[in-house]
């Protein structure tokens, strides 16, 4: 019999209701691997594209996704990858109880912002995996990136957002700054990270993957992918299964240098 995907409420440590989803993994809830999936802006983990990758990790571990604020059926208002660390911790911990040992973030876009900041700034995870993230704020050099502007900056951009995605934004911009994610990733070691790009993104340039991968610290990797466009939308069944491929490796070899003894 199929183990049964379940719904649970969390809440922040500032208080905002998130919806999460519980996707058990081939050996049931509690067993060995979980990963904890962050969507991108306007998404929702009940959005096709995000539940098809949810799914395909679920097939070799546990996974839990989740809205961030301001998206699907949580609570709050969307700060685009600021407070979101809370909503992603929260996940983590709840994937904890559900009694998983090794626990990895995967993000895509903005997602991929917030595993990194939550990686290096609060921490508790064995492996970090951003997909399409951007490298620091404010970038407006692609099309995409100055409709995501004019959703977040301006009243008719946010009302716009919230009538056509359902995606409330909170308003008065971020103060003070938030860290931005390349230098969050340098907090994350001895964590491994990987960092996967497209040279094809329409939203953030091949750079931005590379101001992330240097931003980080060992263990770490980077794929620049030939012709991969942006986050869910452009990561199909191959790709997500050689990141699940690579997590159980680095949270294996993570685990094992934990376990060493130290010198002397």
């Known amino acids: 019999m199929s183990p049964v995907v379940t719904t649970a409420t969390l809440v922040t440590q500032?208080?905002?209701?998130?919806?999460a989803v519980?996707?058990?993994?081939?050996?049931?809830?509690?067993?060995?691997?979980?990963?904890?999936?962050?969507?991108?802006?306007?998404?929702?983990?009940?959005?096709p594209m995000v539940w098809k990758i949810a799914k395909r990790f679920s097939a070799a571990a546990g996974v839990v996704t989740f809205d961030f604020r301001g998206h699907g059926r949580s609570g709050?208002?969307?700060?685009?990858?600021?407070k979101e660390i809370y909503d992603l911790d929260v996940a983590v911990r709840y994937a904890r109880q559900l009694g998983y040992e090794r626990v990895a973030t995967v993000g895509f876009s903005m997602g991929g912002s917030v595993v990194l900041r939550q990686g290096g700034l609060l921490g508790g995870v064995d492996a970090v995996v951003s997909v399409s993230g951007p490298g620091h704020w404010y970038f407006r050099g692609t099309e995409a990136m100055r409709r995501v502007h004019f959703a977040a900056e301006r009243r008719l951009g946010r009302l716009l957002t919230r009538h056509f995605y359902g995606t409330r934004i909170a308003s008065g911009g971020w103060n003070p700054l938030p860290l931005p994610p390349a230098e969050a990733a340098a907090g994350i070691a001895p964590v491994p990270v990987l960092i996967v790009h497209g040279d094809a993104d329409r939203y953030f340039p091949p750079e931005h993957g590379q101001e992330l991968y240097d931003g980080a610290r060992e263990p770490k990797e980077l794929w620049m992918l030939p012709g991969f466009e942006h986050a869910e939308?452009?990561?199909?069944?191959?790709?997500?299964?050689?990141i699940v491929a690579w997590i159980a490796k680095a949270v294996a070899n993570h685990g094992a240098a934990a376990e060493q003894p130290a010198a002397g």
């Open 22 to 47: 519980h996707l058990p993994g081939p050996q049931g809830p509690g067993a060995g691997l979980g990963i904890v999936m962050a969507h991108g802006f306007t998404l929702s983990w009940q959005k």
């Open 76 to 82: 709050g208002l969307s700060t685009l990858g600021d």
């Open 14 to 19: 500032d208080g905002v209701p998130i919806d």
């Open 233 to 242: 939308r452009a990561t199909d069944d191959d790709l997500a299964d050689r």
